[in-house]
T-cell receptor, first 114, second 114 residues
Framework: AQSVTQPDIHITVSEGASLELRCNYS??????LFWYVQSPGQGLQLLLK??????LVQGIKGFEAEFKRSQSSFNLRKPSVHWSDAAEYFC????????????FGKGTTLSVSS | GAGVSQTPSNKVTEKGKYVELRCDPI?????LYWYRQSLGQGPEFLIY????????DSGLPNDRFFAVRPEGSVSTLKIQRTERGDSAVYLC????????????FGQGTRLTVV
């Protein structure tokens, strides 16, 4: 079955500390992988995506993610968290085929403490 | 418009009533998606339009749900005989080529069935 697992429901990180959000996927075809962020009352904003090539991808707001095929993982990282990063983060998987729906994980809520 | 626009932002309706949710995609985007996000969950795919036609409606939960896109731009998601379990945030997204290069999401319509 195709699925995305985000093992951590809620994470709290001190401001300035590093962050890693975990994402594991199960997908039959070559996966296209995404991380989205959702702030309260806001829509989903794309942070970064991986299709092919370099397995370490850079995104907006200082985020990066690394694709590890052997572990079926696509973890999101940030070296130094800012208070404004507090939000909900969703990992998603899809395919290149036109119209293929994205499959989302249940999300990880990030809180940032001062 | 500059982004995907969804109206209304909030809708409260009584059980058994009919509701319509509107999505205005980014101008020129041929692909349009509807997702539903229940509390504590990631978005779940409902239906995908390429142009005017529904290319994939496999995510619609039952025949009370229907969506149209008559002119290939604005889309309306229609829910008949609403049930309390329909309460969720309904998200619309559009993309330019119908592939998963990037889908831009609206802010969603929060539907509450009382």
């Amino acid at each position: 079955a195709q699925s995305v697992t985000q093992p951590d429901i809620h994470i709290t990180v001190s401001e300035g500390a590093s962050l890693e959000l975990r994402c594991n996927y199960s997908y039959g075809a070559t996966p296209y992988l995404f991380w989205y962020v959702q702030s309260p009352g806001q829509g989903l904003q794309l942070l970064l995506k991986y299709f092919s090539g370099d397995t370490l991808v850079q995104g907006i707001k200082g985020f990066e993610a690394e694709f590890k095929r052997s572990q079926s993982s696509f973890n999101l990282r940030k070296p130094s968290v800012h208070w404004s990063d507090a939000a909900e983060y969703f990992c998603a998987v899809g395919a290149e085929q036109a119209g293929t729906a994205l499959i989302f994980g249940k999300g990880t809520t990030l809180s940032v403490s001062s | 418009g500059a982004g995907v626009s969804q109206t209304p932002s909030n809708k409260v309706t009584e059980k058994g009533k009919y509701v319509e949710l509107r999505c205005d995609p980014i101008s020129g985007h041929t692909a349009l998606y509807w997702y539903r996000q229940s509390l504590g969950q990631g978005p779940e795919f409902l239906i995908y339009f390429q142009g005017t036609g529904a290319a994939d409606d496999s995510g619609l939960p039952n025949d009370r749900f229907f969506a149209v896109r008559p002119e290939g731009s604005v889309s309306t998601l229609k829910i008949q005989r609403t049930e309390r379990g329909d309460s969720a945030v309904y998200l619309c997204a559009s993309s330019s080529q119908g592939t998963n290069t990037e889908a831009f999401f609206g802010q969603g319509t929060r539907l509450t069935v009382v």
